[in-house]
């Protein structure tokens, strides 16, 4: 079980931003521009880039090489991939590609990478310290 969560975690960042990718390449409906579906869509560039910082962070975890300067990487790693999505967004018929959703994508990751400073590496003694370390304990040699 450990052997299938530790490849689990490896894989998936590869993996959401392959789900990230597929999902930008579905075209936009031209003709519901301010609907429910349209505005929910475009506010989970909040969310889905800050699940793409947790997913690095577990995957960086299992193989013991989670530190203040790989979270700072994944930051940038996260935020280029923003970058590259919009860029993409931009050949998809009727999608939009704005700097405003590339901020958005930029808050979800900075929350994410603030959480994560304010609760692993400034206390041992915290909950996702300890979860962390037993990410650690993942590692497929064990």
Not at 97 to 119: C, E, N, P, Q
Request: aromatic share 20%.
């Amino acid at each position: 079980m450990k052997k299938l969560l530790y490849w689990v975690l490896t894989v998936a960042p590869i993996a959401y931003m392959w789900l990230i990718w597929e999902l930008s390449s579905i075209p936009g409906d031209p003709n519901a521009p301010f609907t429910f579906e349209a505005v929910f869509k475009d506010s989970l560039h909040l969310i889905e880039f800050g699940i793409l910082y947790w997913m690095f962070a577990f995957a960086l975890a299992v193989h013991g090489k989670w530190t203040a300067g790989t979270s700072l990487a994944i930051v940038i790693v996260c935020l280029s991939y923003g970058a590259i999505d919009e860029i993409h967004q931009m050949f998809t018929p009727f999608r939009t590609s704005t700097w405003f959703d590339l901020f958005k994508d930029a808050v979800g990751i900075t929350v994410s990478y603030i959480i994560m400073r304010y609760t692993y590496f400034k206390s041992k003694d915290s909950r996702m310290y300890r979860f962390f370390q037993r990410l650690e304990t993942l590692d497929r040699r064990n």
